[in-house]
């Protein structure tokens, strides 16, 4: 009976130490499955600011591409603008020669057909003109404005106010907003005796 009683004794020692070291593993196991956890998270928070950060520079990189394209773009653009705008400006040349062999042609010979030809390759060329958007500047009339005319003289002329355009002597084209050529023109002044007027009023105001 002792015997026996020892050896449940033992063996309920035996399963009580099971069972402890069992509540133990237990115990163990979800700590090391937080541990884990965490480890994942950490993880996952390096390829998720990794990530952000490839796409970040991705963004840039396209940004940078697409303004690199437009810079060009515009470059080109105008580098075709400026090669077009030096060839239509060697043009105004011809047409100016064009103009002034139809001013001196005898009305006799515009009949002719040679004549009707030659005038034809003139309309040609105002037609080329017109489809670049080449325009000409404005003169009769307006006042002189040094953005579009260029003056070769300056008249006392009756009639005319200061700074009034009397008449042209080459004309001026315009491209787009851009000017080709400026329009040589005759520009009136005041006359002498006007201004010693206005000088003498002055000169009375002055007293006064």
Not at 77 to 97: C, E, F, G, P, Y
Request: glycine share 4%.
């Amino acid at each position: 009976m002792a015997k026996k009683k020892e050896r449940e004794a033992e063996v309920e020692t035996v399963e009580e130490e099971q069972a402890a070291v069992e509540a133990e593993v237990v115990e163990e196991e979800p700590e090391e499955e937080r541990d884990e956890l965490e480890e994942l998270r950490e993880e996952l928070g390096k390829a998720e600011a990794q990530a952000a950060e490839y796409l970040d520079g991705w963004q840039r990189a396209q940004a940078e591409f697409s303004n690199y394209k437009k810079r060009q773009e515009a470059e080109r653009a105008q580098m075709i603008t400026l090669a077009n705008a030096t060839l239509l400006r060697k043009l105004l040349s011809i047409v100016d020669d064009f103009e002034r062999a139809m001013m001196t042609l005898p009305y006799n010979l515009s009949q002719l057909t040679w004549c009707e030809g030659v005038l034809l390759i003139k309309h040609k060329l105002d037609a080329i003109l017109e489809f670049e958007r080449v325009k000409p500047i404005e003169t009769d009339g307006q006042e002189f404005n040094p953005r579009y005319h260029e003056a070769v003289t300056y008249e006392e002329v009756s009639g005319y106010e200061e700074g009034q355009i009397i008449g042209e002597v080459q004309r001026g084209y315009i491209l787009g907003e851009r000017v080709l050529r400026p329009a040589l023109v005759r520009v009136a002044k005041a006359p002498a005796a006007q201004f010693e007027k206005d000088s003498d009023s002055d000169s009375d105001t002055t007293e006064d």
